[in-house]
């Protein structure tokens, strides 16, 4: 039996482990400048395909390094790239630490937000509540009209300032007597009209101009009547604020 071969694999394989075993390791941690770990941080050996990332402590290791002197670098989007020089002898295991700290040409902030989808959203309405309760601490059914909104839309009249308010229909457009602008509205089956100025009772004789209103509160349901005025229906009421004069 020909016992050439085994022996010169042998002999390959034992040279391989004891190459391999004169090989150090470089291993350290990559921080802040207030010592905090940084992770995902790219650590490589200059002028070699060697490197490592590092773990949620900042922590890395390189295997397999050869004897000599190296340039090691740590490099991170929006960090200053840091480089440092080491000498490493044969089965070492070498520590080399960075402190990274913020670069100069970092990324500006960037704010996004759905404020030009809908810009003339309010999550609150003082007028409903008379307190300054947020839409999901407000028991009661509305739905607020800003003359934000009346301005954009160019609303020449009440009717197509109500036209925001979903579930309000136009009946008919006055009590019968000339001028009066007290439309009639249909809500949940009950008529009602636009009888509260201010939060008071009050019927106009004539149609209120929307330049001067500042929002139209319309509350849907029984709750209306917790204002507790008789011009009020079962259906909902509807409240105009108008502008305040300086």
Known sequence: MNRKPILLTLAFALITILSHAQNAILKGQVTTADNQPLEFVNVGI??????????RYGRYEIKNVEAGTYTVFASFVGLEKQEASITISAGETATLNFSVKESSTDLSEVVVTDFSSNRFYSDSSFTVGKLPLRDLENPQVYHSISGRLLREQVATSMNDAMKNATGVTRLWESTGRGGDGAEYYSMRG?????????GMPNVNNSALDPANIETIDVVKGPSGTLFGSAVISYGGLINITTKKTI
């Open 46 to 55: 200059k002028g070699q395909s060697k490197g490592a990332t590092t773990d």
């Open 190 to 198: 009950f008529s009602i009209q636009p009888t509260l100025v201010n």
